[in-house]
C-alpha cells in the first residue's frame, strides 16, 4: 500500500513537470525547455544525494545509463507524437503503452506473482487514462497512423525507463536517479549543438515540433522550466522510492497515470471543462489505485 501511495504522488509529481514544461515550451523551444528542466533536475538531484548518500555499483551505472537514454528518446517520442496528432488520445497510448511494459518486465525477469486483484486494479487504471485522453481528444480531430506509432514508442520508451530504475540496486538509493538525469543533461546538451550546427538536423526536430526558427526563451519560460526541473526531479525520487518499497508492475501502471494530473490541472488552473468521461476515467484510475493498494 505504501508504495502504491508513492506512486501515485510520484504520478502527481510527473503531470506537473509535464504541465510546466509545456508552458514554459511556449515562450521558448520544446528542446531549450527541456534543457533548462533537465538542468534544474539535475542540481537538484546533486544536492538530494549529497544529503542522502547511495552505493555505487556497476549495476547502478548500467540502469541509471538506459534510463538516461530512454527517457530523452521517450520526450523525443512525445513530442513527435503531439506535433501531428490531437494531445488526448495520444497522452492516452503514450501512458497505456508505458503501463504495459514494466508489467511484462516484472513477470518475466523479476518473476513477480500478480493476483486476480492487482490484474483488475491494473487494467482498470489503465482504462482509466484511456478514458480521460478520449475526453480530452473530443473535438480535436482524429489521429493519423504515423502520431500514433510516434505515441507507441514513446510509451515503449518511458515503460523502459521505468524499468530500469526498477532494477537498479537498492543500495544505490537515489544516486540512480541523479546520474540518470546527469546523462539525459549531457544527451540535450549533444542535440543542442547539433541542431545548432546542422541545418539538417535543425530541420528533423523542427518537423517533430522541437525547435523553431529564431525562437529565443524569455526569463519567464526559463524560470518555469527550472521549477519544472525541481518537479521532475520530485518525481523521479518518488517513483524510485516507490519501484524499492513495492513491485514493478504495480508501480509502474501507477506512475502512468499522470494524465489524470494533467486533467485536473487544466480543470483547475486552465478552466478547461470537465467532461463526464474525465470524471469518469479519473474514477477509474484512483479505484485502480485502490486495488493495487489492496493487493
Same mark, same amino acid.
Given at each position: 500500500?505504501?508504495?502504491?501511495?508513492?506512486?501515485?504522488?510520484?504520478?502527481?509529481?510527473?503531470?506537473?513537470?509535464?504541465?510546466?514544461?509545456?508552458?514554459?515550451?511556449?515562450?521558448?523551444?520544446?528542446?531549450?525547455?527541456?534543457?533548462?528542466?533537465?538542468?534544474?533536475?539535475?542540481?537538484?538531484?546533486?544536492?538530494?544525494?549529497?544529503?542522502?548518500?547511495?552505493?555505487?555499483?556497476?549495476?547502478?551505472?548500467?540502469?541509471?545509463?538506459?534510463?538516461?537514454?530512454?527517457?530523452?528518446?521517450?520526450?523525443?517520442?512525445?513530442?513527435?507524437?503531439?506535433?501531428?496528432?490531437?494531445?488526448?488520445?495520444?497522452?492516452?497510448?503514450?501512458?497505456?503503452?508505458?503501463?504495459?511494459?514494466?508489467?511484462?518486465?516484472?513477470?518475466?525477469?523479476?518473476?513477480?506473482?500478480?493476483?486476480?486483484?492487482?490484474?483488475?486494479?491494473?487494467?482498470?487504471?489503465?482504462?482509466?487514462?484511456?478514458?480521460?485522453?478520449?475526453?480530452?481528444?473530443?473535438?480535436?480531430?482524429?489521429?493519423?497512423?504515423?502520431?500514433?506509432?510516434?505515441?507507441?514508442?514513446?510509451?515503449?520508451?518511458?515503460?523502459?525507463?521505468?524499468?530500469?530504475?526498477?532494477?537498479?540496486?537498492?543500495?544505490?538509493?537515489?544516486?540512480?536517479?541523479?546520474?540518470?538525469?546527469?546523462?539525459?543533461?549531457?544527451?540535450? %546538451?549533444?542535440?543542442?549543438?547539433?541542431?545548432?550546427?546542422?541545418?539538417?538536423?535543425?530541420?528533423?526536430?523542427?518537423?517533430?515540433?522541437?525547435?523553431?526558427?529564431?525562437?529565443?526563451?524569455?526569463?519567464?519560460?526559463?524560470?518555469?522550466?527550472?521549477? %519544472?526541473?525541481?518537479?521532475?526531479?520530485?518525481?523521479?525520487?518518488?517513483?524510485?522510492?516507490?519501484?524499492?518499497?513495492?513491485?514493478?508492475?504495480?508501480?509502474?501502471?501507477?506512475?502512468?497515470?499522470?494524465?489524470?494530473?494533467?486533467?485536473?490541472?487544466?480543470?483547475?488552473?486552465?478552466?478547461?471543462?470537465?467532461?463526464?468521461?474525465?470524471?469518469?476515467?479519473?474514477?477509474?484510475?484512483?479505484?485502480?489505485?485502490?486495488?493495487?493498494?489492496?493487493?
Amino acid at each position: 500500500m505504501v508504495a502504491v501511495l508513492i506512486a501515485l504522488l510520484s504520478s502527481v509529481f510527473w503531470g506537473v513537470s509535464d504541465v510546466l514544461g509545456g508552458i514554459a515550451a511556449r515562450g521558448s523551444t520544446v528542446l531549450r525547455a527541456t534543457a533548462w528542466a533537465y538542468l534544474g533536475a539535475t542540481v537538484t538531484m546533486l544536492i538530494v544525494v549529497m544529503a542522502r548518500s547511495g552505493e555505487w555499483s556497476t549495476a547502478m551505472l548500467v540502469a541509471a545509463t538506459v534510463a538516461g537514454v530512454t527517457n530523452v528518446l521517450g520526450l523525443l517520442a512525445f513530442y513527435a507524437a503531439f506535433a501531428s496528432g490531437p494531445m488526448g488520445p495520444m497522452g492516452a497510448i503514450v501512458g497505456a503503452t508505458q503501463a504495459v511494459v514494466p508489467v511484462v518486465a516484472a513477470v518475466i525477469w523479476k518473476h513477480e506473482t500478480l493476483g486476480l486483484v492487482a490484474f483488475a486494479g491494473m487494467g482498470i487504471a489503465i482504462l482509466g487514462s484511456v478514458l480521460i485522453g478520449i475526453a480530452e481528444g473530443r473535438g480535436a480531430g482524429r489521429a493519423t497512423f504515423r502520431p500514433i506509432i510516434w505515441a507507441v514508442i514513446a510509451g515503449l520508451f518511458f515503460g523502459s525507463t521505468v524499468t530500469a530504475l526498477g532494477m537498479a540496486p537498492h543500495s544505490a538509493g537515489l544516486l540512480t536517479p541523479a546520474v540518470e538525469m546527469v546523462i539525459g543533461l549531457g544527451i540535450i %546538451g549533444v542535440l543542442l549543438l547539433a541542431v545548432r550546427g546542422s541545418t539538417r538536423i535543425g530541420y528533423a526536430f523542427g518537423s517533430i515540433g522541437s525547435t523553431r526558427p529564431g525562437a529565443q526563451p524569455s526569463r519567464r519560460a526559463i524560470g518555469i522550466a527550472v521549477i %519544472g526541473g525541481v518537479v521532475l526531479a520530485a518525481a523521479n525520487s518518488t517513483e524510485v522510492l516507490a519501484l524499492q518499497a513495492g513491485s514493478l508492475a504495480a508501480v509502474g501502471v501507477v506512475i502512468s497515470l499522470y494524465p489524470v494530473t494533467t486533467a485536473v490541472l487544466a480543470w483547475v488552473f486552465l478552466k478547461e471543462h470537465l467532461r463526464a468521461l474525465h470524471l469518469i476515467g479519473i474514477a477509474a484510475a484512483l479505484g485502480g489505485c485502490a486495488l493495487l493498494a489492496l493487493s
